[in-house]
């Protein structure tokens, strides 16, 4: 989620039953509307935050609020919340949105569907995610043609020194190359 769409967040928005998110609103901008599911631990700690603050007796509207139990704004999140806990934790100086990034890249290296990818980031069209996160299909390249050879029944390594002409290398004896020459896939209807 965006800084703003989970500072905007409210207790309402999270469904426990059906453990999912509902992104409806965003501070000072625009949000595209959407539904994140969750694992059952990630909202066990939500939960959990929400013990915490009945007990401290913030159970406001807003899962996210400042230790007075108001409404967090933007930069008093980042310098009061965000780096300190990045300090804390050692982590790298990052800021909000590099997470988000992190977590789209790696999603994408999983191989999860960028349709998917895209729909949990609310971007309007795969084609943004895709340009965003291009940097990420250069690694997949090589899986997928591996992947299309095993999908149409092939061995994604030549099969012998047949195909290049009788020759290593796939050279003739005039020394141009010849084509290769793969067997047909075998079709099962």
Same mark, same amino acid.
């Given at each position: 989620?965006?800084?703003?769409?989970?500072?905007?967040?409210?207790?309402?928005?999270?469904?426990?039953?059906?453990?999912?998110?509902?992104?409806?609103?965003?501070?000072?901008?625009?949000?595209?509307?959407?539904?994140?599911?969750?694992?059952?631990?990630?909202?066990?700690?939500?939960?959990?935050?929400?013990?915490?603050?009945?007990?401290?007796?913030?159970?406001?509207?807003?899962?996210?609020?400042?230790?007075?139990?108001?409404?967090?704004?933007?930069?008093?999140?980042?310098?009061?919340?965000?780096?300190?806990?990045?300090?804390?934790?050692?982590?790298?100086?990052?800021?909000?949105?590099?997470?988000?990034?992190? /977590? =789209?890249?790696? #999603?994408?290296?999983?191989?999860?569907?960028?349709? @998917? !990818?895209?729909?949990?980031?609310? &971007?309007?069209?795969?084609?943004?995610?895709?340009?965003?996160?291009?940097?990420?299909?250069?690694?997949?390249?090589?899986? /997928? =043609?591996?992947? #299309?050879?095993?999908?149409?029944?092939?061995?994604? @390594? !030549?099969?012998?020194?047949?195909? &290049?002409?009788?020759?290593?290398?796939?050279?003739?004896?005039?020394?141009?190359?010849?084509?290769?020459?793969?067997?047909? /896939?075998?079709?099962?209807?």
């Amino acid at each position: 989620m965006r800084e703003g769409e989970l500072l905007a967040l409210r207790w309402r928005d999270i469904d426990f039953e059906r453990d999912t998110i509902q992104v409806v609103r965003v501070l000072k901008s625009r949000t595209a509307r959407r539904q994140i599911e969750l694992l059952p631990e990630d909202l066990e700690i939500l939960r959990h935050h929400r013990d915490m603050m009945r007990r401290e007796g913030h159970a406001q509207s807003h899962v996210f609020v400042s230790t007075a139990g108001t409404a967090l704004n933007p930069p008093n999140f980042q310098a009061r919340s965000f780096k300190p806990l990045l300090r804390a934790a050692k982590c790298p100086n990052v800021r909000f949105h590099d997470l988000r990034h992190t /977590a =789209a890249t790696l #999603l994408l290296a999983e191989g999860v569907h960028p349709k @998917i !990818v895209s729909e949990r980031l609310g &971007h309007p069209t795969i084609a943004i995610t895709m340009d965003l996160y291009q940097h990420v299909s250069p690694t997949m390249q090589r899986e /997928a =043609a591996v992947a #299309l050879q095993r999908a149409l029944g092939r061995n994604p @390594i !030549v099969e012998s020194e047949a195909c &290049h002409g009788g020759q290593p290398g796939g050279q003739s004896g005039k020394g141009r190359r010849t084509p290769q020459v793969r067997k047909p /896939a075998r079709t099962q209807y």
